[in-house]
Structures are given as C-alpha cells and as structure tokens.
C-alpha cells in the first residue's frame, strides 16, 4: 500500500478504527472474532468474564468506528469483523508481544 496515496479522510478513519482497537478488552473481543467467528454478546462476556454491559459497550465502540458489523437473527446479534483483513493486525499484534 503507497502511504501517499491515501487521503486524509482515509487516514482519519484509520486512525479512528486503531484506537477503538487500542484497549486490552477490545484486543480480546478481535481475537475471538478474528478467525471469521459470529459471536453474541452473551458469549464475548461469558468468554471474557465481564458485565454484559460492559461487553456491550466495548463492541458498541468497535461497532461505531468501523471494526465490526452486527447482524440480527432472531432475539440474537450476531458481532463479526466487518473486514477479514483485520485478522492480519491481530497477527501481527501477537506475534509483536511474543
């Protein structure tokens, strides 16, 4: 990817996205997700041992910046990564604190 090439607006939303990543909780919520899994909210907080809350509120911040998508079915969401190539920062991130 040319740096250059990229507009401001472009850069802002990047920037926006990698700080809605930048909290440890968060972190965790993407590496469950970043295999391609569809996961409620109900099992990011038993997963995570949090308040649902405060789940909520985590993917609500990921949700609002472009990091993840929602899906209804039924009485259930379904949260996911709205682009797989998320995937590789988590990657990289893991291997980076190895």
Known sequence: MDISKLDI???EKASNMLK????PMRIAILNFLGDGSKLTVTEIHEKLN???S???????ILK??????????G????YFLKNEKLSSILECLSNCTC
């Open 64 to 73: 609002d910046k472009g990091v993840l998508c929602s899906k209804r079915e």
């Open 75 to 78: 009485k259930n969401t379904y």
């Open 50 to 52: 949090l308040e649902q």
């Open 20 to 23: 809605a990543m930048a909290h």
């Open 54 to 60: 405060t789940t909520s509120h985590h993917l609500g």
């Open 9 to 11: 607006e472009q850069l």
